[in-house]
């Protein structure tokens, strides 16, 4: 028979300890769900589609190899890649001139964007630039307008 006013080192005092982590812890917002693993593999896929379209036809033009590894290491991270016209970068810009180096095209669209969407920036082919994007602070997907 325990005594008055002592407690045993049972399971009940570890439940009662307030705190939420390991084998107790009821809460599942920490688990994905088959709609988020989804759009991640899509994501990743549709990225990879866009960078093996950088590699087909005529090799003039668009990204170096060595660009498209970095771009590569970007999805694995969960970049997304997009590409962007320079007549696009033209408007964000609200200037007339052509884009020649991925530092440019950055710039602007870092100026236009934020720093934290726009990760990397290459050329791509057909006057186009490959640019690996991330999330946005709030968490979603970065989408270019159109």
Known sequence: MPMRGYRSRG???????????GYY??????????????????????????????????????????NLNTLAKWVEKGAVIQTVSNSQL????????????????????????????????CPGKGNNWIVATSQTWKGKTFRFPH
């Open 11 to 21: 399971s009940s005092s570890r439940r009662r300890s307030g705190s939420t982590k």
């Open 25 to 66: 812890s009821k809460n599942t917002s920490n688990k994905p769900t088959y709609r988020t693993v989804s759009s991640n593999f899509k994501n990743k896929i549709t990225s990879y589609q866009t960078l093996y379209r950088q590699t087909q036809g005529s090799k003039s033009g668009g990204a170096t190899p060595s």
């Open 90 to 121: 033209k408007r964000w810009s609200k200037t007339s001139k052509t884009f020649n180096s991925p530092a440019s095209a950055k710039y602007t669209l870092t100026r236009k964007f934020g720093k934290t969407p726009i990760k990397a920036v």
